[in-house]
């Protein structure tokens, strides 16, 4: 990774901009012995106010903690909105950051990743957690995810795979908050018919994103997809979030690799 100096004009956050963090790697541990491979990334001038707990893609279909929406939250939102991001692999899924033990187990062994990120985070004291899915990570949510010390629940592209009415109707009756970010032409689910499969939970909210797809690619997706986590897990931060920055950045290349440098998905 490189580093530019600070500008007083403020430079573009681009696709592959890295904003000052506290990052570090960490360990997990799961209630069946396993060790998965995780990262936090927290604001450097202050304690964070709000934590996002990132539950990632299908890992069979090159899912991970490194894919490109979760990654760019942990470039950015530490700076940008005092938000800390938790990052893990699930069983048996790897990135560059390392491989996680165990097998995929289609969303049920992956609850006891969850809990265990969910345990470390308030180990470390992290405030206000909230869990965010993507695609395959929304069911290990929807499933799983209704734990003590858990906020709410934002899902990205939900394509309700491995999650049934049954795994829905708890948080119904919870009444946690859960916001569904549902892409217009999704591969899986749509907004209309989103709307109906989570209709039996009264304080879902379904946000259409009018020309988006599954892997919201592009830098306009990603925006908008941060953007939309902030202002349900942090309301207190201005939105949209500014695309500039005057300070110290990092710029990633991938190609030439280094610490949380997979591929985009």
Not at 45 to 74: N, W, Y
Not at 89 to 113: H, K, Y
Not at 135 to 157: M, P, Q
Not at 212 to 232: P, Y
């Amino acid at each position: 990774m490189t580093t530019s100096p600070p500008s007083a004009e403020g430079e573009p956050i681009t696709a592959n901009t890295v904003l000052p963090a506290d990052r570090r790697r960490v360990d997990l541990t799961t209630s069946d012995g396993l060790r998965l491979v995780a990262e936090v990334a927290q604001p450097q001038a202050q304690e964070p106010a709000t934590t996002i707990i990132c539950v990632h893609p299908l890992p069979t279909h090159g899912g991970s903690m490194d894919s490109h929406v979760f990654r760019k939250a942990a470039w950015r939102l530490p700076a940008l909105a005092d938000i800390a991001v938790v990052r893990f692999n699930t069983r048996g899924t790897a990135s560059a950051i390392g491989r996680s033990e165990g097998q995929f187990d289609s969303a049920e062994g992956e609850g006891l990743d969850l809990r265990a990120a969910l345990e470390w985070a308030q180990g470390a004291e992290l405030p206000n957690i909230w869990l965010v899915g993507w695609s395959f990570g929304t069911d290990v949510i929807l499933r799983h995810g209704l734990l003590d010390g858990v906020r709410g629940a934002v899902l990205l592209s939900p394509p309700l795979r491995f999650a049934s009415g049954a795994d829905l109707a708890p948080w119904d009756v919870d009444g946690r908050p859960i916001t569904a970010l549902v892409p217009e032409f999704d591969d899986y689910l749509r907004p209309e018919a989103a709307a109906r499969s989570f209709a039996g939970v009264r304080q879902l909210q379904v946000v259409p994103a009018p020309g988006a797809k599954h892997l919201w690619v592009g830098e306009r997706w990603v925006r908008w997809v941060l953007d939309s986590i902030v202002s349900v897990v942090a309301p207190q931060v201005s939105v949209p979030l500014p695309r500039t920055w005057s300070g110290p950045m990092g710029h990633w290349d991938d190609l030439r690799g280094g610490r949380g440098g997979a591929l985009e998905d």
